[in-house]
């Protein structure tokens, strides 16, 4: 019993959704980045054109004002273009990261709406828990990776910076223009270099992330015994039970009536389709039947394999009511089955043991 507590099992696809349901997915933090500073980087590379006019046009603005009095209209001015401008530049910025941040989430874990998340749960204020969670295996694994990134993209911006700042006091001589164009340079650079260690940790995170989140979800057979329990009695998965189950025994059924010596019908409502075989079965045997569209196909199939059909509707009925699928006829009904099937012989038409 102590081996069925062990959470040793794959989660089932009930698990997964029912977790999926209350917002916790495997989602890693570090892809979203990732496809953030990409369509970031791509947005500011495609509009760096107007960027710089319009950085160009707010310093000429500036430079326009030097000789007037600073006061009280003339700094509300300032602050009111300044506003303007950076929200001309940032706000198309703005909206592309934001989208990429939903595409960045939805393309790892699909749509996934859910307000569970937000309702409270008092429970996390339970400072045990809390003070526990401070050195679970999950945080100390956070903070290396936080830890790693933070020291790489330190090294890495130092290393850039140190070798940029040497030629500041040439680009120092360049006029505006060329100075943003080697801001540009520089930046498209360093932001290539960042996105593909960006990009290394992201990956490596996306699989510890999803080798926790499966882990944490594994599962104890006891769990599963538990949650099969509780599914069979689901009355909408016993009836999508009960409606496979059905599916099943009409394929069954279908497949057996080309074996049939005769089928016996109402002639509408009703067929039954009856094997004899002497070496098997002491009796005839009523391997389908069924009533309005399924004695239809019944009879369709007859015809399709050269089975004979004969009118008897008291006797249709009858064996429709009294004798369940794969089993002998009852006594009562022997002498009329066997009148139909000596009739059947007779004729020729499905000869008795040639099936």
Do not use: C
């Amino acid at each position: 019993m102590a081996d069925d507590q062990e959470k040793t099992e794959e989660p089932t696809a009930k698990k997964l959704e029912d977790a999926r349901a209350d917002g916790n997915v495997a989602k890693s933090q570090d892809i979203v980045g990732v496809v953030v500073l990409f369509f970031a980087i791509l947005a500011v590379l495609m509009m760096f054109s107007f960027i710089a006019d319009r950085m160009l046009s707010l310093s000429k603005y500036y430079f326009s004002l030097m000789k007037q009095p600073l006061d009280r209209e003339l700094m509300m001015d300032m602050a009111v273009v300044t506003m303007k401008e950076f929200l001309i530049m940032a706000l198309p910025v703005s909206i592309i990261v934001a989208v990429a941040g939903i595409f960045g989430t939805v393309a790892q874990i699909g749509f996934n709406f859910t307000t569970k998340p937000l309702v409270p749960n008092f429970g996390k204020l339970d400072p045990i828990k809390g003070f526990a969670n401070l050195f679970s295996l999950q945080k100390a694994i956070e903070s290396v990776k936080i830890t790693l990134k933070s020291l790489t993209a330190l090294g890495i911006g130092f290393l850039y910076f140190w070798y940029y700042v040497e030629e500041l006091p040439t680009v120092a001589l360049f006029n505006l223009q060329d100075q943003l164009g080697w801001l540009r340079d520089k930046a498209i650079v360093l932001a290539s270099v960042m996105l593909i260690v960006i990009f290394i940790y992201a990956i490596i995170d996306l699989f510890l992330v999803r080798k926790q989140y499966f882990d944490k979800l594994k599962m104890s057979l006891q769990e599963i015994k538990d949650e099969m329990k509780n599914m069979e009695g689901d009355p909408h998965i016993k009836a999508k039970i009960r409606q496979i189950q059905m599916q099943a025994a009409k394929k069954r059924m279908m497949s057996a009536v080309p074996t049939a010596d005769v089928v016996i019908t109402n002639p509408t409502h009703y067929a039954v389709a009856i094997v004899y075989d002497e070496t098997k079965h002491n009796a005839p045997v009523v391997v389908a039947k069924g009533v309005d569209n399924v004695a239809i196909q019944i009879k369709k199939v007859a015809r399709e394999n050269g089975v004979h059909i004969v009118q008897n509707p008291p006797l249709a009925r009858s064996l429709y009511a009294e004798v369940e699928l794969d089993r002998p006829i009852p006594d009562m009904l022997f002498a009329a089955v066997a009148e139909v099937l000596a009739y059947v012989y007779k004729m020729g038409k499905k000869q008795k043991g040639s099936r």
